[in-house]
């Protein structure tokens, strides 16, 4: 009988001591996924700051291609004036040496203003002419810049175009319901629902998701000319879950995004310098939240290619 106390004791202590070894177990994983959000919202935070300063350059960047344009008019337009402006001339030089030569034999003195009027018209001929020389050398400068650009933004458009195909051509296994490519405004959008990559409230992808990222990697790690952002989006229903890390739906896209780009950078090796991941929440909506089919479209995680503008700056800021 002693025994059998002795053996029940035992048995208790030791059941104490793995349930506290497990619980010390839990809190360090609660810890250590508290540290890597953290990390995961700075590193956002610096994303999101890189973003809206390169769209404010591509925004300098087209406004000056736009002014380029506008000046390559004007110039065109006063160039033709100034020729309008020197044959004139030459019509009054003609006028003038026939008067000239009738006058001769008449009187020194009026053969002398008629000298100083056909000098100071030839004197401004000659102005003239430097002056429309200089306006097309400028003229011909700015067709140049215009023409080099407009080469860049064709092929840009050209590589975008033929991007979107070959993306196209990787998810033909896919429904228009799980995903779509859209090519706007010189981007490429590739939208993907929520039922393809995530269950619902949660950032754990399915393997139908991971499978089609990894056809999306295959053609975006081949294409170093774009630069990707992962967007992740949800709709306005309020998430609820108090006891995990995620507090509303602003993390949940996140952690959506975030969890898209490793899977692009650690398993398909995507070249992460190429990549920011950014969580809109319910703030970028796509469709109105009044029904579930709407409420199905916001739910979603976008991927979006731009193509670098460097070159176009290079362009740009060449004087």
Known sequence: MKSL??????SVLLTSCVTSKKFNEQVA??????????????????????????QV??????????????????????????????????????????????????????REELNNSLIQKQAELFRKENEI???????LERENRVKELESILNKQDSATTYLKNKLLDALTGFSSNELSVVQKNGK??????????????????????IDALGKVASVLKKQSSF???????TDNVPYINASGTIKDNWDLSVMRATTVVRVLV?????????VIASGHGPFN??????????????RRTEIILSPDLQDIYNILKTK
């Open 5 to 10: 106390i002795t053996l029940i004791i035992l």
């Open 29 to 54: 994983l609660a810890d250590k996924y508290l540290i890597q959000s953290n990390d995961c919202n700075e590193k956002l935070a610096k994303n999101i700051a890189e973003l809206t300063a390169l």
């Open 57 to 110: 350059k591509k925004d300098i960047l087209m406004n000056e291609f736009d002014n380029l344009q506008a000046d390559h008019l004007k110039l065109d337009s006063k160039s033709k004036n100034m020729q309008k402006q020197i044959d004139e001339l030459n019509s009054q030089i003609d006028l003038l040496s026939n008067q000239n030569k009738e006058l001769l034999i008449n009187s020194t003195k009026d």
């Open 133 to 139: 020389n200089r306006l097309g050398k400028n003229l």
């Open 188 to 209: 490429i959008y590739v939208s993907m629902s929520d039922k393809l990559l995530f269950k619902s409230g949660s950032f754990a992808l399915g393997e139908k998701g």
């Open 227 to 233: 630069d990707i952002v992962v967007e992740g989006h």
């Open 266 to 274: 650690d398993d398909n090796k995507v070249d992460p310098k190429k």
């Open 285 to 298: 909506p796509i469709s109105k939240n009044d029904s579930d089919e709407g409420k199905g479209k916001n």
